[in-house]
């Protein structure tokens, strides 16, 4: 053909390879994971491997009753971590997630208990308190260049010195145990037919989202997930949540507040797997220059991600507080910032962008919370959490590394 051929462009040829069926979907997995795309499944593997081990060391473990408390007990800390997936997922880290975390519990202890503020009020300065603080590093960061680690650590700094001036002499304050921010975190129990209902609900919408997905591949001529599998996938969906959800209810069932957590988590999962921001966060995170290059505003994704990262701290540390039903010196200290990071890598968001998702924080914060909960059942200090944890974390690093370097090799041949 010569350089002045022109011929009309000829339709894309439908994706033979793509998932048609429950056999496609496994071929198209397996081929994922071969090529350094491991997904959730380490995560999942592990956790399998952590509950296994703490039953036959304590059976009390697994109990509907022990569950439920370990639900509810996962939330603060894995609401931070969620605002720390979109910080590592356009390749940048926030440090200060959990002295923020202690400032928002200060702020809503004091307006709320000290001022006499309506309890939501209260929160709703508390968030506002974080989401501007998100924006303040933003600016430091785009302006002036100054890199998220160190504007970060400054934060950590400065916010444990901020807290302990807005506590006061007195270091400490309850939050009134009837107030219905308390209740919220300790007391409310979603009923058992509504909680039946959301299963129903969540495997619905998921073959809904499927099928419109499917139908718009098949319009555009590529291959697409067959009937049959979206059927077999959320009939499996409702099974299996039906029956956590029956377990569960043996004592008292799905607590209010996880199941807040896990609303956050799914719109999070929505925004960014199923917008063009979130095409924006993956692109910046994977290669900044190339998404600048495409004409994707970076400083506003960085903008979006230190919001994100700070609001959401702030809510953790509201949270937290309730939980509590107290907010002192402790909130935000000692072990929550470096969980609330810990639980966004472990539960499968690259340290080195562009990877990960929402979903890492809920699996990441399930094998944490497992840990803890389960060296407590065992009655061990908490030296052991501290290590366990750390062989958990530095072999999540070495997964995502050998990863990297597989879907680097197999890019290059």
Aim: with cysteine.
């Amino acid at each position: 053909m010569s350089d002045l051929d022109v011929r009309p462009p000829q339709a894309a040829p439908a994706d033979p390879g793509g998932p048609t069926g429950p056999r496609g979907a496994l071929a198209a997995l397996t081929d994922r994971m071969r090529g350094g795309d491991l997904g959730v499944a380490p995560v999942v593997a592990g956790l399998i491997v952590i509950w296994t081990v703490m039953q036959i060391l304590n059976p009390v473990f697994l109990s509907s009753t022990n569950l439920s408390n370990l639900l509810m007990e996962m939330v603060p800390i894995g609401v931070i971590a969620l605002g720390v997936v979109f910080m590592l997922l356009v390749g940048q880290i926030d440090l200060s997630v959990g002295s923020l975390s202690g400032v928002a519990a200060a702020v809503t202890a004091v307006l709320f208990v000290d001022q006499g503020l309506n309890p939501w009020l209260s929160v709703l300065a508390a968030v506002a308190l974080g989401c501007a603080i998100g924006g303040v590093y933003a600016v430091v960061f785009n302006r002036f260049g100054v890199p998220s680690f160190v504007i970060t650590l400054a934060g950590l700094l400065g916010f444990l010195g901020l807290q302990l001036h807005i506590l006061g002499p007195k270091g400490a304050i309850n939050l009134p145990f009837d107030s219905r921010l308390v209740t919220f975190a300790q007391l409310d129990f979603v009923p058992a037919w509504l909680a039946y209902a959301l299963v129903v609900v969540a495997a619905v919408a998921l073959y809904a989202a499927g099928h419109a997905r499917a139908s718009a591949r098949r319009k555009a001529g590529l291959s697409a997930t067959g009937e049959r599998f979206l059927i077999l996938r959320s009939v499996a969906v409702l099974a299996g949540l039906g029956l956590a959800v029956w377990y569960l209810n043996q004592d008292r069932g799905v607590g209010w507040m996880f199941v807040f957590f896990l609303a956050l988590v799914l719109a999070a999962h929505y925004v960014l797997t199923r917008t063009r921001y979130g095409k924006a966060v993956y692109a910046v995170g994977g290669n900044v220059e190339a998404a600048r290059r495409a004409g994707i505003n970076v400083r506003a994704v960085y903008t979006s991600a230190f919001v994100a990262c700070t609001t959401l701290a702030a809510i953790g540390g509201v949270l937290a507080a309730a939980r509590l039903a107290a907010a002192n010196q402790s909130t935000g200290a000692g072990d929550v910032n470096l969980n609330a990071i810990a639980a966004a890598v472990i539960g499968g968001t690259s340290l080195f962008g562009g990877r990960g998702g929402a979903f890492a924080a809920l699996l990441g914060m399930l094998v944490i919370q497992s840990i803890s909960n389960g060296l407590t059942l065992l009655n061990l200090d908490s030296s052991y959490r501290f290590m366990v944890t750390g062989v958990v974390l530095l072999l999540a690093v070495a997964l995502d590394s050998v990863a990297r370097r597989s879907r680097a090799s197999r890019g290059r041949a």
